[in-house]
């Protein structure tokens, strides 16, 4: 068989699609399963819940976020491109004055960073925001 170099660089541009989807599907599915196992299936509805993170982080080894639901029982932070997307859960007690809490997390790169809160009725509210990184904090 005699591949021409435009045949060459079809095949090469096709293969390169290929493995750039397949990983954003993977890290799809387990952001979807770690989400499904903290609303025990239950759909999130938007809006509700006040994520403050930065646009722009220079280093994903620290990258400060802080999360607000008013009436909130329990808060969880997932990072959709990390390998391990659930990052950090945050449970208020009916003593709780505010159910606001902020941390620093770590980021592979550049990824939506995604906020569920479950009210207090068992209903979920959730927020996602965009964080671009320029240096990853994963080993990236």
Do not use: H, W
């Amino acid at each position: 068989m005699n591949l021409t170099r435009r045949q060459a660089l079809i095949t090469a541009m096709s293969a390169a699609a290929v493995a750039g989807v397949l990983p954003r599907s993977a890290m799809a599915t387990a952001l979807d399963d770690a989400m499904a196992a903290f609303t025990g299936g239950a759909e999130a509805a938007e809006g509700g819940v006040i994520l403050t993170a930065p646009e722009i982080a220079e280093n994903g080894n620290t990258v400060p976020v802080e999360v607000e639901a008013e009436g909130a029982t329990r808060i969880t932070i997932f990072a959709a491109g990390n390998p391990s997307p659930g990052v950090v859960t945050f449970a208020f007690g009916p003593l709780a004055a505010v159910s606001r809490a902020s941390t620093r997390i770590r980021l592979a790169g550049t990824q939506d960073v995604v906020a569920v809160a479950e009210m207090a009725d068992g209903s979920y509210q959730m927020v996602a925001q965009e964080v671009k990184v320029t240096i990853g904090g994963c080993g990236g």
